[in-house]
């Protein structure tokens, strides 16, 4: 009973924050949730962006080619679209209610320079991006590898390109206007808690939900299907309550409270079943039912870093 009583208050707390945002916000990389329409937009493990429900996770669209989702803006999603050519990127504006490709916006790059967040082993490309009063501000970073794959002492380092243009949506129009000069990229809150936005009694190291509405603080443990993992422990802000998160090889993945649901993003991850038999799974996004302590739904999505064999 007393259980109940606490998963209630917590959940209370979590409801009693800020408004819903009205649209998706970023949670992280290809990952957007809007918590207001009970969805999430991400890319899956192949690079098309779906829809999901967050009750289910039940795939509510996907798009027809490979989309990264970036930033909704109305009731379009832009995406990061794939083109096989260096030194032009594209952006898809998609509908964000069913998916369809709305418009296509070509943006200049170096020549050097492909536009393209797909894993490889010689450059890796992100990509964020932020409303502005015209449509959105895009910001693109490369960073090249020796094509040997490693870093040799004395040979020359990763080579950094970087840029931005701003996206001009209009009803007659949308174009990539080119940004010169030095524009800042958009502040990324550090994932820790400074000691003044701390929820006492939570843990020495907290971590910030999606919107700042929770805390999370991990505590290291021993399991016996994982070894060595992080007990989530999740409390809301302004409740004083707190309620045990997932067991998890990481002390720290982005993550949102939204209600009684705790989403998160994970690594790749193995380990070894009853039997010895290697269990394992790719980048996931996990729903956790807070209130009853388990997994409600995993979906695979996008893996960014590159885990193939290396150059010689």
Known sequence: MRTCLIAFAFLLGVHAAPAAHAQAVPMAPGVLVDAGANRAFAADAAGFAQALSLDDGRTEWISRETAFPLLQRGDSLLALGRIDTRGVGIVLVLDAASGTIRDRIAFDLPEHVAASVMPT???????QAEASPQGARVFWREVAYPLRGALIPGEEGPRITE???????????????PLRGDV??????PP??????QLP???ERQFRALGDVAAMSSTPITDERLGAVWQWTVQARGGNDTLRGPRLPYAYLPFAVLGERLLYRTEPAGWLDDQGEVVQHGAQLVSWDLAGGRTQWQVDVLDLAYRGPMPP
């Open 121 to 127: 082993p010689k450059a890796t490309f992100t990509v």
């Open 163 to 177: 840029g931005a243009f701003e996206l001009v949506l209009d009803a007659q129009r949308n174009l990539a206007v």
């Open 184 to 189: 800042a990229a958009p502040l990324v809150l």
């Open 192 to 197: 820790d808690l400074a000691a003044d936005q």
């Open 201 to 203: 009694g939570l843990g």
